[in-house]
């Protein structure tokens, strides 16, 4: 904090004065793990159903990581109408 300045420091700002280092805490530690299941529920199924070769592998890959554009794309259909 400047010398001139008067005020009353929160923790962090207390933290941050003394050493110079923040120090952040994300908790969002449940999320990640649920996403992660997704993603390897949604490989498995899109590899099982692909061809067997090398690129339908790959492709099924690929579409484990975007499958939630093509579920909100249906679910929009739904609502929506074509």
Known sequence: MPSGSQGVLTGAEELMASDGRGNVTVGDGGWGFFFL????GAAIYFVSTSDGSFWGFI????????WPVYLTYEVLLLL???
């Open 80 to 82: 929506v109408g074509p």
């Open 59 to 66: 492709l099924g890959l690929l579409q484990a990581i975007v």
């Open 37 to 40: 299941l997704a993603y390897v």
